[in-house]
């Protein structure tokens, strides 16, 4: 079944970001990509046990908001799931060595994400 899988975070400031979710929720940060200022974090749930992953990075437009991203099985599956449902979804995009994304667009004009893992992904 698809499920969340990743939430990411825009931000003005990174450090005063990651500062922030740290302290309030027990979030740790760490940077994946040497080259890039994007920090990848981990959460616990209630009872102490992994939660949703997420990612945190710069914000690349003005009003840019958090992107919940739903794991499913084929992403061309659900692009086409999507847009005959009413809804609008980009082609897929790589994220070398990790999988797939696409962002889509809700008969009600929320976006949301959805991702496909593989890490052979070029």
Known sequence: MATFVHIDIPTED??????F????FDWTFEKPFPDMDYYIFTTKDLEGNEGIAGGMGNREEPGQGVTNFIGVPSLNEYIKKIKDAGGQASEPMPVPGWGYLSMCEDTEGNIFGIWEEDPDAK
């Open 14 to 19: 990174l450090e005063r970001s990651k500062k």
């Open 21 to 24: 979710y740290s302290e309030l």
